[in-house]
Structure formats: C-alpha cells, structure tokens
C-alpha cells in the first residue's frame, strides 16, 4: 500500500465533555455534521494517520488524501492550499474527496452558471491535474460539480462518488431496511427527531419552528449542527439572558420563555461521535431536517429520513445519494404548515429501496476504483460494500 496520509478535520475527538464549545467546533469546521464526512472517509480507508490540511509532509508519504467538501465557489480562496502543493516533494500525489460546488443559497439548482471559479481555482485544479499520476484523481459530489468541472475543462480528473458519508453502513442491503422500518410506521406520530438546520435564517424560521414543535411533541430530539450558540445551548451550557430571549424568539417563540428552557434542555442534543449518533439515530422512527449529513447519518442508521433541501448543495446531495427530499421554498413546508401525513406521503413517494441500494453499491465500486487506481488498499467495510478484493491494488 503507497504511504497513505488523510489530510483534513479529525474522524474522532475522543473524550469532549472537558472540551470547551469553542474549542470542539474549531475542531470540525464550525459543524458536527463534518465529522460524517471526515469519519466515512477514514472508515473507507481503514483509519490511515490524519493529520492537518496542511502539516509538512511525513516521511514514507506517497499520496495525501484530501476529504475537501465545499470548495468550489466564491466562498473559498484556495491560495494557500495551492501553494502548499506547489511546494511539496515533486513525487508526491494527491487525492480529493467529496469535492463540491458552492452554489446559490437560497434556491434549488444544478446550473452549473451560477457557480463561478475564479482563477485561484483554476490555478488550484491545475496543480491537482499535475499531483494526480495521469489518473482521475478527484471525487465530486454530483451532476452540478460534474458539469462545473466540465465547463472549466477538469472533467477528465473527477469521478461521481457523492459524499463519503454514504459508505457509513456496512449493510448491501440498507434500503431494505430503511424500508421495513418506515413501512412499520402508523398513521400516529411517530417519534420524531429532526436536524436543525439553519435557526438564525429568518427565512427558514416557519420550517424550523414548526420542525421542534413537532419534534417536541413527539417526544424526540432535535440535532443541533449549527450555530456555536446554538451547539452550546445543546450542550446545556448557561445561556446569558439576551442569548437565551433571541434563542427563545428564533426557535420557540409561541412558548413562554422558561418553557422554552425547559424543552431546550429536554429535547436538543449534539454528536461529537458519529457512531454514538447513529447509535441514537437507530433508536429513532424517523428524521426530518434542512442538514444533509444529519439526515444521511439516518439512513445510515436504518432509520427513514427526509431532507428539506434549501441550496445547491443539498439539492444535489441528495439526488446523488438518493436521500428522499423537498424543497425548503415548496409548501407546506415553506410556511411550516406540515404534519406528520405530509412527512410520510413525501417520503413514501420518492423512496425507492432497490435503487437506493444499487446506487450505494455502484457508488462502493467507484470509490473502491479510485483507490485502486492510486495504489491504495480500502478497508474490508468498502470491499464488503463493493464486492471487491481487498488490497487488490
């Protein structure tokens, strides 16, 4: 196996109860759901030595491996890590993982026209072009990133993976069981757990307060990704009282506030771990919510799930991945007037567990291709997945 280095956010934080909130979200990027991906793409490979994006390359290292996830837009200046790649050992490779485009925000769409890559950019993909060995050295998300690489002339180098994430469960057959569980599923409410997705977007607001108020009745527990006020809350840290009254008005306004205290602290939870997340997802009926990874670490976990898609990212997230989805923008989830028979019904109509399985297991043997094709052994879990020879590199 080349000399293998996963260069990027920490799969595993270990003990985080004496961590301060500050200090655990610099760790995965501002968003547990980070860990999802950085935890799949260490599972793919079978743990290999992580280090930062950018710590000097380690003696015996052939090939870096990059779990890099939005970097494609105007967001994102990728200068320094160019230069860091110029710089580094002439026979040194590199490997992208989960590459994506940064479209627009506030709709639905895979036009590869609004997303724009600056020369930075090009400069960037060009060097990644001269670390790959002559072989397709980039995973991409989707059709959007796909058809972007396309335009600015790099399709040649990229392959349609989706997110890591979806190579979580070592189960071939994982639509089936996501199936039976929701076909389980009565008329009544369920327990409910949802993915807080954006709380501090006022445009957003209807949904995600009509989300928690389900959530809440239901008796289950919302997932908090973002933001470090919100993850703080979660952890049951003190609020200050003009923390806790704007928290209080963005969240559960129709409440009396030390009621919303008290469901605050019965009901928002956050993973530092993702197997202890799924563990929880496990134990849930179904999730809704606008977090990708939050709803993708469910069917991981076996549990049906729904996505409320807000972006580009999402959008084609879940079309890659086949996560079942509607449109923030679409009601009746933009104005929150939705119940649990509109839940069930959007999720009946687009699941389809065969195909949910094939694309997983296509998806496995691309991942496991481009591994190969890099000189790299996979883990048994990816081999099992894709039904290839482990360490056939």
Excluded at 233 to 257: I, K, N, S, V
Aim: include cysteine; glycine fraction near 8%; charged fraction near 20%.
């Amino acid at each position: 196996m080349a000399g293998v280095v996963l260069r990027g956010e920490p799969a595993r934080l270990g003990i985080t109860t004496d961590q301060s909130t500050d200090a655990l979200i610099a760790q995965v990027g501002h968003n547990p759901g980070n860990l999802a991906f950085a935890y799949a793409s260490a599972l793919m490979l079978d743990f290999p030595l992580t280090v930062s994006f950018m710590a000097p390359q380690l003696p015996g290292e052939q090939i870096g491996v990059f779990p890099l996830a939005n970097c494609l837009g105007e967001h994102y200046d990728p200068a320094p890590i160019t230069e860091f790649m110029e710089q580094s050992p002439e026979d040194w490779r590199t490997l992208i993982l989960g590459l994506g485009a940064q479209g627009l925000l506030d709709r639905l769409t895979l036009d590869p026209g609004d997303v724009a890559l600056s020369p930075a950019h090009i400069e960037w993909l060009q060097v990644l072009r001269d670390r790959s060995g002559g072989r397709p050295n980039i995973s991409i998300r989707g059709d959007l990133t796909r058809d972007l690489m396309d335009r600015y002339g790099f399709a040649e180098q990229t392959v349609v993976t989706g997110c890591p994430s979806l190579m979580l469960s070592s189960n071939r057959e994982l639509g089936q069981t996501v199936a039976r569980k929701f076909d389980a599923l009565g008329p009544d409410l369920p327990v409910l757990n949802g993915a807080l997705g954006n709380p501090w977007d006022p445009g957003a607001a209807a949904f995600e307060q009509a989300l928690i108020r389900l959530v809440v009745k239901s008796g289950g527990q919302i997932h908090v990704q973002m933001m470090a006020d919100h993850i703080a809350a979660a952890r049951d840290e003190a609020l200050t009282e003009d923390l806790a009254t704007a928290m209080h008005g963005q969240l559960l306004p129709d409440l009396p506030l030390d009621q919303f205290q008290r469901e605050r602290r019965q009901h928002f939870r956050v993973w530092f771990d993702v197997p202890a997340w799924m563990e929880h997802l496990a134990s849930a009926d179904f999730v809704l919510g606008a977090r990708i990874h939050g709803t993708a670490l469910a069917l991981q976990a076996g549990t049906p799930a729904l996505c409320v898609a807000w972006d580009s990212r999402t959008y084609e997230l879940c079309r890659s991945m086949h996560i079942p989805f509607v449109s923030l923008y679409d009601e009746p989830w933009s104005s929150g007037l939705f119940d649990w028979d509109d839940i069930r019904r959007a999720f009946e109509v687009q699941f389809d567990p065969a195909a949910f399985d094939n694309n997983r297991r296509e998806k496995a043997q691309v991942f496991a291709e481009l591994f190969q094709t890099h000189g790299l052994d996979f883990a048994p879990h990816l081999g099992h997945l894709a039904q290839r020879i482990v360490g056939a590199a």
